[in-house]
């Protein structure tokens, strides 16, 4: 099955207590998207970070399009994600920010894959398909004019249009968004709504994106999950969820 699935999974920091997160089983249909929403504190970033594989669960598997990845590392699972403050490099130009995570991805993978399927594939993209990809996502998001600018030279929804390029031109199947629109003004946010709904039109992968917002899910999600201490209490259709009493 594709999309992601979340398998009897558990996550307790520090070993004790209540967990901050416990999915016994939830899946997020592949090309949705889906938003996760809840109250600060209800483990919407634990679930983001389980699916990166930047946290471990203590228990349970994480399948994404059919393949259990619970052991694959970051950078190996297709998956990438968009930070709440963009994380983007002060010191690179748009165009440099853009191309700095294939460009890790080619050295990776030349280091990983290099003695296991030698000329296989392997090395990651080339320079020219990494000029090719960042020219594309630029155009995408509308930055060609922007591309030798710094992010100190660049308004907050600039910002966040390269953070989105710079985690779109790997191509990830799932894209991941930590409350994307919290850094913008409330001005910003109708439109940046619109412009995800549009790219995830575009590019057709799942994505799933985190927000405390009602409203925001509720815009924007073919599917929504509604957390609540750790836990899934609705998951559906927009329709679906809030039929329910
Ligand atoms: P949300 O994203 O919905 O605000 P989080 O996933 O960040 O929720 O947090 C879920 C719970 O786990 C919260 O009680 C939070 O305090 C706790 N928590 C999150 N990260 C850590 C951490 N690194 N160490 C200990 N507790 C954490
Ligand atoms: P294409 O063959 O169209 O150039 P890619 O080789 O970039 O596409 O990606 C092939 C598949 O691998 C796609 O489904 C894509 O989502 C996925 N993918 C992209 N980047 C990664 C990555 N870093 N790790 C694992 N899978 C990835």
Redesign the pocket.
């Known amino acids: 099955s594709g999309g992601v699935h979340f398998r009897g999974i558990m996550r307790r920091y520090g070993g004790t207590g209540r967990p901050a997160l416990d999915v016994a089983d939830l899946h997020l249909p592949h090309r949705s998207f889906t938003v996760i929403v809840g109250p600060s504190g209800c483990g919407k970033s634990t679930a983001l970070r389980v699916i990166t594989g930047l946290e471990t669960p203590d228990e349970g598997r994480l399948t994404i ?1 059919g393949v259990d990845v619970t052991a694959t590392p970051p ?6 994600m968009v930070f709440q403050d963009f994380a983007l490099y002060p010191h690179l130009t748009v165009e440099q920010n853009i191309a700095f995570s294939l460009r890790l ?1 080619a050295k990776h ?1 030349r280091g990983r894959l290099g003695l296991l399927r030698r000329g296989a ?1 392997g090395a990651g ?1 080339s320079r020219g ?1 990494i000029s090719r ?1 960042v020219t594309e996502a630029c155009v995408l998001l509308g930055l060609a004019d922007l591309r030798h600018r710094r992010p100190g030279q660049l308004s907050g929804g600039e910002r966040q249009r390269v953070g989105l390029a710079r985690a779109i031109v ?5 894209l991941l968004l930590d409350e994307p629109l919290s850094a913008l003004d409330a001005q910003l946010r109708q439109q940046a709504r619109a412009e995800l709904v549009r790219l995830h039109r575009e590019l057709g ?1 799942t994505v799933v994106l985190v927000t405390h917002d009602q409203l925001e899910a509720l815009s924007m999600g073919t599917h929504l999950v509604v957390m609540n201490g750790g836990r899934v209490a609705q998951a559906g259709t927009p329709e679906q969820v809030y039929r329910r009493p």
């Not at 950078?75 to 990438?80: E, F, L």
């Not at 790997?170 to 799932?174: A, F, G, L």
Request: charged letters at 30%.
């Open positions: 399009n950078g190996a699972r297709g998956v990438s991805e993978n594939g993209p398909e990809r790997r191509r990830p199947s799932v992968n």
